[in-house]
Every structure is written in structure tokens, then in C-alpha cells.
């Protein structure tokens, strides 16, 4: 199961609208998705209009459970039909408290990993993606050692520089500690506005320099708020739209092995 965590600890730079709509555009290419939405905030299982999940079943207690006594029963209780080959693992209230929960225990950084293990043993999904919550804590952290590989939604403005070293500096000192490989594939520049001039493009040459390669580039579009608000993927909801064409790209890249896109040239037809 190709596993992949949208993760910035920066608050609203895109984490989940790249989550739903790119695991939607994996699924239109034949892909059978699940969507994990690990955020307390719960947006993903919102957006996606997909009830909360329930107790006994929810996302926290199972992530709290004692790992060897977890079936791939208790597990299959999480996931919700949601689009055509797109599921969802959701969140509910209890979320909120399993942070907390969790640094009070052992091995807390592998918990989701014996989760999807039971998922990967259903054999009913090709890739996973994980909205990670807007922080660096042990949820992030059970996100990354789960996938093992991350993508960066980032926005190209001043403080998305900073926000990335510090991330930059964090994972690595992850991978250090836990003796894991994080594979930090590449950038998502989101909210792209080109109308905003000389800041945004001079602030998208510098993110170019950073260590990680951008992957591609989103346009802020109204369709992807009307898409979110109508509880569907911009894929399905504007299929023709230049939002869902960049949310295509961004998924061949991926499958494709992570080939930077050719920023100039995606931003410059992200403005259009
Ligand atoms: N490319 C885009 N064009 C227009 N609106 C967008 C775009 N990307 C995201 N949005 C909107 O911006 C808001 C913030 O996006 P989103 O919730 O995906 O960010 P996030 O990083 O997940 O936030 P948080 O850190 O709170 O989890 C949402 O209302 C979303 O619909
Ligand atoms: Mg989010």
C-alpha cells in the first residue's frame, strides 16, 4: 500500500484539501484509496460529509488500544465508504484527548503503523493518505513513521520559510531518534495567487532553493472551496477545472516517483 502523510506543522496551508483531493485524483486513476484523517480538528472527516466515527469503533481508542490485541475486525469498524474507491478512516471528539493519551505510553510513535498494518492485510486499498494535524507532536510523528514518506503543503509566503526549516530540523532529529527513514518527498506550493505579484513569485524562487523539491503547484480557486463546501472532491465536483487538471499532475507525479514539476512553468499556469 503505497502510504503517504500530508504534514505541516503551519495552520492552514492546504494539509487537507491536498489529502482529499489528491487521494481523489489516486482514485481516478484506479487507485483504491483511504483517507485517514488524523487531525483532532476533524476537517477531513467534515469535509468529506463522512459521520463520525463511534464508540466502540473510534480512530482514538483503537490508536489507544493495546496494540497486540487489536484484530483486523476492530480495525475494519473504522472505514467509511465515502467516493467511488475513496474511503475513510474519520475522527471524532475523543481525538481530542488521545495526544495526551498517547505521550503517557510506550512505542506511542507506532501506533498508527499497527493500524494500517491491519488495513494493508485486508488487501482492499492501493495507497493511503494521512492529513496530519497542524503540529509536530506524536500524531505527526505516528504519520510519519506509519508512511515513511511525507508530502509539504507549503504557501509562498515569508513565514513558510521558517515553518519549513524548523520542520526540516524536526524530522530529521526524528529520524535520528526513532531510527527511522522519512523519505520528505517534496513541497505542494498551495493558495498560489499570482495577483499578489512580486511577494508570492519572489518567495516561490526561494522556496526553489530549499532541500525539497516542489512537486507542484495549486492555485487559490474558488472551485476547491465550492468543492469542499459541497462535500466532494474538486476531481468530481469541477472535473474540467484547471484545479482538478493540477491535482491530476500532482498524483501522476507521485506515481510517477516524486519528479520535481517545473515550478516556473506550474506557476506560471496555476495564474491563468
Ligand atoms: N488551492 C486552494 N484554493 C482555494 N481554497 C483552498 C485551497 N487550498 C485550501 N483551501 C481552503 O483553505 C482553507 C484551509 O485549507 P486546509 O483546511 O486544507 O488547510 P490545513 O493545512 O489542513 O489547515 P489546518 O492546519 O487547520 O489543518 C480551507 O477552507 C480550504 O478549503
Ligand atoms: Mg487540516
Same mark, same amino acid.
Given at each position: 500500500m503505497y502510504?503517504l502523510?500530508v504534514?505541516n506543522?503551519?495552520? =492552514? ?17 484506479g487507485?483504491?484509496?483511504?483517507l485517514v484523517?488524523?487531525?483532532p480538528q476533524?476537517?477531513l472527516?467534515?469535509a468529506c460529509?463522512?459521520?463520525e466515527?463511534t464508540?466502540?469503533a473510534?480512530?482514538a481508542k483503537t ?5 497486540d490485541k ?5 480495525v475494519?469498524?473504522l472505514?467509511?465508504?465515502?467516493r467511488? %474507491? #475513496?474511503?475513510v478512516?474519520?475522527?471524532?471528539i475523543?481525538?481530542?484527548?488521545l495526544e495526551r493519551?498517547?505521550? @503517557?505510553?510506550?512505542? #506511542?510513535?507506532w @501506533?498508527l503503523? @499497527?493500524v494500517l498494518?491491519?488495513?494493508e ?6 495507497a493511503c #493518505? ?5 503540529s509536530? =507532536?506524536?500524531?505527526t510523528?505516528n504519520?510519519?513513521?506509519?508512511? =515513511?514518506?511525507?508530502l509539504v503543503?507549503v504557501?509562498s509566503e ?8 524548523l520542520?526540516?530540523?524536526q524530522?530529521?532529529?526524528m529520524?535520528?531518534?526513532? @531510527?527511522?527513514?522519512?523519505d ?11 495577483? %499578489?505579484g512580486q ?5 516561490l524562487?526561494?522556496?526553489r532553493t ?7 503547484v495549486?492555485?487559490?480557486?474558488t472551485?476547491?472551496r465550492e468543492?469542499?463546501?459541497a462535500?466532494?472532491p #474538486?476531481v468530481?465536483?469541477?472535473p474540467?477545472?484547471p484545479?482538478?487538471v493540477?491535482?491530476?499532475e500532482?498524483?501522476?507525479?507521485l506515481?510517477?516517483?516524486?519528479q ?9 499556469g496555476?495564474?491563468?
Amino acid at each position: 500500500m503505497y502510504t503517504l502523510a500530508v504534514m505541516n506543522q503551519k495552520g =492552514g496551508v492546504g494539509k487537507t484539501a491536498v489529502t482529499i483531493n489528491l487521494g481523489a485524483a489516486l482514485a481516478e486513476k484506479g487507485y483504491r484509496v483511504l483517507l485517514v484523517d488524523l487531525d483532532p480538528q476533524g476537517h477531513l472527516t467534515e469535509a468529506c460529509g463522512v459521520p463520525e466515527t463511534t464508540a466502540p469503533a473510534t480512530l482514538a481508542k483503537t490508536l489507544l488500544a493495546d496494540a497486540d490485541k487489536l484484530t483486523t475486525e476492530d480495525v475494519r469498524l473504522l472505514l467509511t465508504p465515502w467516493r467511488d %474507491r #475513496v474511503d475513510v478512516i474519520a475522527t471524532n471528539i475523543d481525538a481530542f484527548l488521545l495526544e495526551r493519551e498517547l505521550y @503517557r505510553m510506550r512505542g #506511542v510513535e507506532w @501506533r498508527l503503523q @499497527r493500524v494500517l498494518e491491519h488495513v494493508e492485510s485486508l488487501d482492499v486499498y492501493d495507497a493511503c #493518505v494521512i492529513d496530519c494535524p497542524p503540529s509536530l =507532536g506524536v500524531l505527526t510523528d505516528n504519520a510519519l513513521v506509519a508512511a =515513511g514518506q511525507a508530502l509539504v503543503p507549503v504557501q509562498s509566503e515569508d513565514s513558510a520559510l521558517r515553518a519549513l526549516r524548523l520542520l526540516l530540523e524536526q524530522v530529521a532529529t526524528m529520524q535520528a531518534e526513532l @531510527r527511522v527513514q522519512i523519505d520528505l518527498l517534496g513541497m505542494v506550493v498551495n493558495l498560489f495567487d499570482k495577483r %499578489r505579484g512580486q511577494i508570492v513569485t519572489s518567495t516561490l524562487e526561494t522556496l526553489r532553493t530549499m532541500s525539497l523539491p516542489i512537486l507542484g503547484v495549486v492555485a487559490d480557486r474558488t472551485a476547491i472551496r465550492e468543492a469542499w463546501r459541497a462535500g466532494l472532491p #474538486v476531481v468530481e465536483y469541477a472535473p474540467d477545472s484547471p484545479s482538478a487538471v493540477t491535482f491530476r499532475e500532482l498524483a501522476a507525479t507521485l506515481i510517477e516517483g516524486g519528479q520535481p514539476a517545473d515550478a516556473e512553468a506550474a506557476a506560471a499556469g496555476a495564474g491563468q
